[in-house]
């Protein structure tokens, strides 16, 4: 058998020489390569009961404030045709006598009565120092159109977020490259 193996599986090659040793690995037939599969040499071992992946990145991050830039965001907002109408309604009182509206901060009144009625006039540019009370006030106000510009400014770079890592790995189990078939009697090997 010596003659056939020699130390390929071990031992000093003046008195010891090593045999085929399968704890924990399978045999693969030796220099018999098929289409797309690696050439395993006699004597090889290689493969591995386990593989270590080492992965760059994360698959996950959390932001926050913190991962933000700091920005502003400024808006202009643009009417067009803008009006407003106000209707003031002057209640009537329990005599049926309707009031007018004042101008130039004066009031004025009409009533009925004895004898001869009261002048009641303010001078101009004065204001009555208690408001008067009036019935109800709508105002509408209506627009044609408009817009409503955003600009978001500020300064930072992008994060980049790496979320899918790869790593190529073998999957061959531990094996020996090795002859299915020794031949211990015949010819060959010839006995020392």
């Not at 049926?96 to 006039?121: E, F, K, Q, R």
């Not at 101009?124 to 006030?137: F, K, R």
Request: hydrophobic share 35%.
């Amino acid at each position: 058998m010596f003659a056939l193996l020699g130390t390929m599986y071990g031992g000093d090659g003046q008195t010891t020489f090593g045999i085929p040793d399968l704890r924990g690995r399978v045999v693969v037939g030796s220099q018999a390569q098929g289409p797309g599969l690696q050439n395993v040499s006699q004597g090889e071992k290689a493969g591995t009961n386990n593989a270590t992946v080492i992965s760059n990145g994360t698959a996950t991050i959390s932001l926050n404030i913190n991962n933000l830039p700091s920005h502003t965001h400024t808006a202009t907002l643009n009417l067009s045709g803008l009006s407003a109408t106000t209707t003031i309604t002057v209640g009537t009182g329990t005599n049926g006598v309707v009031g007018a509206v004042p101008t130039n901060g004066g009031l004025t009144s009409t009533a009925t009565g004895v004898g001869t009625a009261a002048s009641i006039y303010l001078p101009a540019g004065t204001l009555p120092t208690a408001p008067v009370a009036l019935g109800g006030v709508t105002t509408t106000v209506g627009a044609t159109g408009g817009t409503v510009t955003n600009s978001n400014t500020g300064s930072g770079t992008p994060l980049t977020v790496p979320v899918v890592s790869s790593a190529t790995i073998s999957n061959m189990q531990p094996y020996l490259g090795l002859n299915y078939i020794i031949a211990m009697e015949g010819i060959f090997p010839s006995r020392n």
